[in-house]
């Protein structure tokens, strides 16, 4: 399967593969070095978060936004992707928002791939272990680069979003539809 999605991926016409789940990103990145295309495909594999940052045009000022948002730091994205920096870099480009690390980022939340299937105790100890950090951030928001994570540990009264969601909102008017129709 590995082989099959290198070949694939390497058939597109395309500068970049960007992934917009932390854990799918994780897993991508962990193919073997060798093989057929997967230095091509390693080489233009990147995280949406961090390609933003790179992409971003100097003139694009985001709408300004008066919330706390705090950021969960999926195990995913800290551990194997290394980036977790970016979501705090990308959230900084939206003037007057206050964001924070939600406590314990270092603990899993308990989605861990098929954890949440395999130790279902331990996993629900992990998630209500989050819920409580995010409650006591006293957050207007919380953002999540995996939406596994961000699925997991959602609730009936909160739900986590992705950070892009958040800048999509914030771009200028009638730049973007999605903006336009979901501001807040």
Same mark, same amino acid.
């Not at 300004?64 to 705090?70: E, F, G, S």
């Given at each position: 399967?590995?082989?099959?999605?290198?070949?694939?991926?390497? #058939? &597109?016409? !395309?500068?970049? %593969?960007?992934?917009?789940?932390?854990? =799918? $990103? @994780?897993?991508?990145?962990?193919?073997?070095?060798?093989?057929?295309?997967?230095?091509?495909?390693?080489?233009?594999?990147?995280?949406?978060?961090?390609?933003?940052?790179?992409?971003?045009?100097?003139?694009?000022?985001?709408?300004?936004?008066?919330?706390?948002?705090?950021?969960?730091?999926?195990?995913?994205?800290?551990?194997?992707?290394?980036?977790?920096?970016?979501?705090?870099?990308?959230?900084?480009?939206?003037? #007057? &928002?206050? !964001?924070?690390? %939600?406590?314990?980022?270092?603990?899993? =939340? $308990? @989605?861990?791939?098929?954890?949440?299937?395999?130790?279902?105790?331990?996993?629900?100890?992990?998630?209500?272990?989050?819920?409580?950090?995010?409650?006591?951030?006293?957050?207007?928001?919380?953002?999540?680069?995996?939406?596994?994570?961000?699925?997991?540990?959602?609730?009936?009264?909160?739900?986590?979003?992705?950070?892009?969601?958040?800048?999509?909102?914030?771009?200028?008017?009638?730049?973007?539809?999605?903006?336009?129709?979901?501001?807040?």
């Amino acid at each position: 399967m590995i082989a099959n999605n290198i070949r694939v991926f390497n #058939a &597109l016409e !395309v500068d970049a %593969l960007l992934h917009t789940a932390s854990g =799918c $990103g @994780a897993m991508l990145a962990e193919y073997p070095m060798d093989g057929e295309g997967a230095e091509t495909f390693h080489r233009r594999l990147a995280d949406i978060n961090e390609f933003l940052l790179s992409h971003w045009p100097d003139d694009l000022q985001l709408q300004p936004l008066h919330m706390k948002v705090a950021v969960h730091e999926p195990c995913s994205q800290r551990n194997v992707l290394k980036n977790a920096g970016s979501v705090y870099a990308l959230l900084a480009k939206i003037p #007057a &928002l206050n !964001v924070v690390p %939600l406590q314990d980022n270092q603990l899993c =939340c $308990g @989605a861990g791939g098929s954890y949440m299937l395999t130790h279902p105790d331990n996993a629900e100890q992990l998630r209500e272990l989050k819920r409580q950090h995010i409650a006591s951030a006293s957050a207007d928001i919380v953002v999540s680069s995996n939406y596994g994570c961000a699925a997991f540990i959602s609730e009936q009264t909160r739900k986590i979003e992705h950070p892009l969601a958040l800048l999509a909102r914030q771009l200028p008017a009638g730049l973007c539809a999605y903006s336009d129709q979901n501001r807040h």
